[in-house]
């Protein structure tokens, strides 16, 4: 092909093509894939795990010709690759970028922890401040509990114990009087030429009736005069009786404890009105004044 260029015909496309061939570099050795900078070239090397003398080896197939022929650019990126100098500060500057990182993760994590271990605190002080609230309700709780069994139960809040559970039970060796608020409408003493052997307090039917101490059941069923009754010997060997009741929660023989619930009261046998008909025994003897020995016991009505 003839390389006369005629003054007004333009090149072939053949032409140009076989021009370009002659200077055209492989597309991989031009500037534009060249590595512009030493510390680009030296990160692109750590990633893929080689290093600057590696690189020489690989570029060692170009002669000096060539490289010439490729223009500054190419020289100067095949000098990047192989400096020392400009390799290993690349690398320290990497270095030091990732130590950057790796110090801005630690307190991170450090903060992390600090805020953690705050609220972690802050938890354990709300919890605290709920439990000591709760315990304070519970004890407020038990106390109302216990100041009312005492006054039902006309004792002392001393002799008054509350279980977890609420509920209220005298200690061992209290006495309480076998109703709450007890009326007093009959006293002990002699009535239609016989003597009345114990005290009556009025109360409604079906009014709960509990024993006054530990005791043991030896009576229960019905008598004449005293209808439906309850007879209970206590420790110390008194005996109490429950007249005119209308129902019986317990059996002969059965153990109760103070403040017991051991049958209602009613109208049953000779009575003219609903009523508790209470006699002391003491030692299982004669009756005597139930409000006088119950004062003894520190119980008044």
């Known amino acids: ?34 590595l512009p900078t030493a510390a680009a070239a030296t990160l692109v090397l750590s990633a893929g795990g080689a290093t600057a003398a590696q690189s020489s080896a690989l570029t060692s197939g170009i002669n000096g010709t060539q490289l010439a022929a490729f223009g500054a650019p190419q020289a100067k990126a095949q000098t990047a690759l192989t400096d020392p100098a400009l390799a290993q500060r690349s690398k320290t500057e990497v270095a030091e970028t990732v130590a950057t990182y790796s110090d801005l993760a630690e307190r991170r994590q450090e903060s992390n922890l600090s805020v953690a271990e705050s609220q972690g605190r802050q938890q354990e002080r709300q919890r605290i401040a709920r439990d000591k609230k709760r315990k304070a309700i519970a004890a407020k709780k038990r106390e109302q509990a216990k100041k009312a069994a005492a006054e039902d139960m006309g004792v002392s809040p001393d002799s008054v114990k509350v ?18 608020n007890p009326v007093l409408t009959s006293g002990f003493g ?9 005290d009556d307090f009025g109360v409604a039917v079906g ?19 005293y209808g439906t009754m309850v007879d209970i010997k206590y420790s110390d060997g008194t ?41 002391i025994h003491p030692g299982g003897g004669a009756p005597v004044p139930p409000q006088a020995w119950l004062a003894g016991k520190g119980l008044h009505y």
Do not use: C
């Open 239 to 279: 005996i109490s009786r429950y007249g005119h009741m209308s129902a019986i929660h317990v059996s002969v023989g059965q153990q109760v404890s103070t403040g017991q619930t051991v049958g209602l009261s009613g109208n049953t046998g000779r009575s003219t009105g609903p009523h508790l008909h209470l006699e």
């Open 1 to 34: 092909m003839s390389n006369y260029v005629g003054r007004h015909r333009p090149q072939t496309r053949a032409e140009r093509r076989a021009l370009e061939g002659r200077r055209r570099l492989p597309k991989a050795l031009t500037a534009g894939y060249a």
């Open 163 to 180: 279980g977890a559970d609420g509920k209220a039970t005298i200690a061992e060796g209290t006495w309480v009087l076998p109703l709450a």
């Open 207 to 225: 009014t709960p009736l509990r024993s006054m101490s530990n005791g043991v059941v030896v009576f229960a069923g019905q008598q004449s005069g």
């Open 190 to 198: 002699p009535r239609w030429g016989r003597l009345h052997a114990g």
